[in-house]
């Protein structure tokens, strides 16, 4: 089954700490996306990624720091510079990087709460 | 500025009415994508429907239609028959096509009672 899977559901962080979100896509798609739900809000983004080893900030990046060394995984760490994590975090992927025409799907999703 | 306006922020009906969620975009841009997702209480964003911004064709896909009018800049959803499992919230969005990003509207919550 082709998908996009993100890990882990819930994921709680302690003031000063550094967390990863893992994000993997068995799509063969080219480009990958991080985006950031606020309650009651729509989606914003953090980082996108075109191609491995190449990615961009997006809207609300400070705070966060992504990688891409593969091209089905697509990291996302909330480090302790981001002052106000919670939220639900969704990963997203398209087709072709360099098109900007490609829909994007998103994977299940990751709620963070800090302790 | 680009921006997407979803005025209904929640919504109620009773099982086998029709309901229309509205949408309202802004952009200067000529070419551009509008897309409808689904989000039920599980969290994960369901695609629904992507239009061009050059395609005014309306689309009916089961008990979904959508309504795409560039005269008035809206893009609106409707649910023909409604059913408790079309209960869930509502995103419209637009991307153009010069940009990588989906900006959203901030959603429409929709409860179909039995």
């Known amino acids: 089954d082709g998908g996009i899977t993100q890990s882990p559901k819930y994921l709680f962080r302690k003031e000063g700490q550094n967390v990863t979100l893992s994000c993997e896509q068995n799509l063969n798609h080219d480009a990958m996306y991080w985006y950031r739900q606020d309650p009651g809000q729509g989606l914003r983004l953090i980082y996108y990624?075109?191609?491995?080893?190449?990615?961009q900030k997006g809207d609300i990046a400070e705070g966060y720091s992504v990688s891409r060394e593969k091209k089905e995984s697509f990291p996302l760490t909330v480090t302790s510079a981001q002052k106000n994590p919670t939220a639900f975090y969704l990963c997203?992927?398209?087709?072709?990087?360099?098109?900007?025409?490609?829909?994007?799907?998103f994977g299940p999703g990751t709620r963070l709460l800090v302790l | 500025a680009q921006k997407v306006t979803q005025a209904q922020t929640e919504i109620s009906v009773v099982e086998k009415e029709d309901v229309t969620l509205d949408c309202v975009y802004e952009?200067?841009?000529?070419?551009?994508?509008l897309f409808w997702y689904k989000q039920p209480p599980s969290g994960e964003l369901v695609f629904l429907i992507r239009r061009n911004s050059f395609d005014e064709q309306n689309e009916i896909s089961g008990r979904y239609s959508w309504n795409f009018q560039k005269s008035t800049s809206s893009f609106n959803f409707t649910i023909t028959a409604s059913q408790v499992v079309d209960s869930a919230v509502y995103f419209c969005a637009l991307k153009m096509d010069s940009s990588y990003k989906l900006i959203f509207g901030s959603g429409t919550r929709l409860l179909v009672r039995p």
């Open positions: 990624s075109q191609i491995v080893n190449d990615f």
């Open positions: 997203a992927s398209s087709a072709a990087g360099s098109s900007r025409r490609e829909t994007q799907y």
């Open positions: 952009t200067r841009d000529t070419t551009y994508y």
